[in-house]
């Protein structure tokens, strides 16, 4: 029987222990060698260690423990390496800037870092005597007119309570890249004036700019891009948890399309070449809207206040940019009457002159120039318009709403060459009542036509409307054998545009009904079950295209319907509730009820630089 000893078992035992923790141990060893050496070497040194002295000392210590370097050098005690004088040097000349050593101390920035990368190749090699000194251009603390709106501790919580989006440089006053980025946040807070609020917050005011500020693991607040920063606070943030950073290239252009797609979530207006403007843009636009084109010489992104105009009168308008180029510009003078950029044009009805106007605008001229020509000289009646053309059986004129009659003179029919030739007509009649109008203002013996009266008095409206796409609206109105020509799809070849005009007299028996709500469109007066909409009283004209006939026909209509106890389209409820179900949803005109896609009037082209 073999016997194995006790001693032999015990040194059996130890080698498994030290086995089994030898791979621990290892690591163990590993770990405080990194601590100890590799983790503290990997590191730059901080300007204090640079210099011996401790963390956030003083001015006063910085010069101090400099001087004692200086000493050494001067008496040839010391004769240090080119890199290491750099390397205290620039630590010196930061740290006893006063401005540039708070924003060190406070939040890391060493903006001048570039600075001794730079002198670091240019002296290499050169003994430190042949250094040039200063290393650093000494900061200005005088903010001229580099800066404006600036926001405090003390006001920022009443900034933020504003409705508007807020964006926010974080400067300091010690900063050369702020004082270079000065001129481009001008022209930013211009672009952003009307859509948005600016300001500024100087680093100065620790506590604020603190709360913008990134956080470290340390808790140290930091800009990780540096100076100046931006931030936004989108349209109802009122807290830090809520601010957008920018972190994108510090550019007019780069900024402002950011902040205009990312914070203010407006859609981008495509470029368009001179080869794909007409087809890609004028023939996609829907044909009711007028046409906004804006030529830049630049190519430089819309600017948010325009941005915002497209999303504003998207339901009025379709917006285009072009570059221009002098080799396309008698192209543009022959289509448009462009001479040069920056221009806008306004494309209204079929073969009327362009609206142009040259020069540089901002935002409160345009939106006043937008408002002048958002509408056709012939508008479309739409649901979305009807109120403010007043074309609406809810009760409601351009005169007022204390008007009890008023007219509307809506010509309907297919997208046709017919239909334009009778909407120039329209036009001109328009023109020559307003002529009249005028006129007649100046000369109170002159007999007035009681058209160009109405029409004065915006109690006269002249509208059209789209046949095919509105048949609905269409049919109601005209109701005969020879419908079909004017109103629905298209059948044959024939193409009849039809002229009508809608007399809507206010229903006294509701006069005094508090209405809460106004209603979604001009279908919807006939689906109320509440309110009784105006009275209405349809007359279809039946005379030759001859402006002089057909303006005696709305005067004598005018007259009668001012004068005449005439008889009256009106509704009961029970004939509404009918109405309401074989008029449903389903069969309305997408351009009389429908909104239109959010995005129909921008759709980017893959030659579009706005991508």
């Avoid at 057909?550 to 109405?579: A, H, V």
Wanted: aromatic share 12%.
């Amino acid at each position: 029987m073999v016997r194995v000893s006790s001693g032999g078992a015990a040194s059996s035992s130890m080698a498994s222990t030290l086995k089994a923790y030898s791979i621990p141990l290892v690591l163990l060893a590993a770990a405080i060698f990194l601590q100890l050496f590799v983790i503290p070497n990997s590191f730059p040194l901080n300007h204090y260690d640079v210099l011996g002295i401790k963390r956030y000392s003083t001015v006063e210590e910085v010069a101090e423990a400099y001087e004692k370097f200086s000493s050494k050098w001067n008496s040839g005690t010391e004769v240090p390496e080119t890199i290491d004088f750099l390397k205290i040097r620039y630590a010196f000349e930061l740290l006893t800037d006063p401005l540039w050593k708070r924003d060190y101390d406070i939040f890391d920035i060493d903006e001048q870092i570039d600075v001794f990368e730079n002198v670091k190749k240019q002296f290499s090699g050169v003994s430190f005597s042949g250094i040039n000194l200063p290393l650093l251009s000494a900061a200005s603390s005088d903010p001229g007119d580099h800066v404006f709106n600036v926001i405090t501790s003390n006001d920022f919580h009443s900034v933020l309570e504003k409705t508007e989006p807020l964006l926010i440089q974080i400067y300091s006053l010690g900063s050369n890249s702020c004082r270079q980025f000065s001129n481009d946040w001008k022209r930013i807070a211009t672009f952003l004036e009307g859509v948005a609020n600016t300001g500024m917050v100087e680093l100065g005011d620790a506590r604020l700019a603190a709360y913008l500020a990134e956080k470290k693991p340390t808790g140290q607040p930091f800009f990780r891009n540096g100076l100046p920063s931006l931030v936004a606070f989108p349209s109802g943030c009122r807290t830090s948890d809520c601010l957008v950073r920018y972190e994108g290239e510090l550019s007019v252009d780069a900024v402002t399309d950011w902040f205009a797609t990312a914070i203010l979530t407006l859609p981008r207006i495509p470029y368009y070449s001179k080869e794909s403007l007409g087809q890609a843009f004028l023939a996609k636009s829907s044909p009711w809207k007028v046409k906004v084109i804006v030529f830049s010489r630049t190519g430089q992104r819309a600017t948010p206040f325009l941005r915002q105009a497209a999303k504003n009168y998207w339901a009025h308008a379709s917006f285009a940019f072009v570059l221009w180029q002098e080799e396309d510009s008698s192209v543009w003078w022959n289509t448009f009457e462009v001479e040069s950029a920056p221009a806008i044009v306004f494309l209204k009805d079929p073969g009327v002159k362009p609206v142009v106007h040259h020069g540089f605008f901002n935002n409160s001229w345009f939106v006043n120039i937008m408002e002048q020509n958002k509408q056709q000289e012939l508008p479309q009646l739409r649901s979305i318009t009807s109120m403010e053309l007043g074309c609406d059986a809810r009760g409601y004129s351009r005169a007022g709403y204390d008007t009890m009659t008023w007219y509307c003179v809506i010509l309907a029919g297919r997208l046709s060459l017919e239909l334009n030739k009778m909407r120039e007509t329209m036009r001109r009649v328009q023109q020559i009542l307003s002529s009249a109008a005028e006129l007649n203002g100046a000369d109170k013996q002159q007999p007035s036509e009681p058209s160009a009266i109405a029409l004065k008095d915006k109690r006269l409206t002249f509208t059209w409307l789209d046949g095919e796409a509105q048949k609905q609206y269409c049919f109601f109105y005209i109701h005969s054998e020879d419908s079909y020509d004017t109103c629905g799809p298209r059948r044959d070849v024939a193409d009849v545009p039809q002229l009508f005009i809608v007399r809507y007299k206010r229903n006294a028996t509701v006069d005094d009904l508090k209405v809460e709500r106004r209603p979604k469109g001009i279908w919807n007066p006939f689906q109320e079950e509440d309110v009784d909409p105006a009275s209405q009283l349809v007359a279809r004209y039946n005379g030759s295209g001859e402006i002089p006939e057909i303006i005696k026909w709305i005067s004598q209509i005018i007259k009668d319907g001012d004068s005449r106890d005439l008889p009256l389209f009106d509704e009961d409820r029970k004939t509404r509730r009918n109405r309401k179900t074989t008029v449903s949803s389903q069969d309305r005109p997408t351009s009389i009820t429908d909104m239109e896609p959010k995005d129909a009037y921008q759709a980017p082209l893959s030659d579009s630089d706005s991508d």
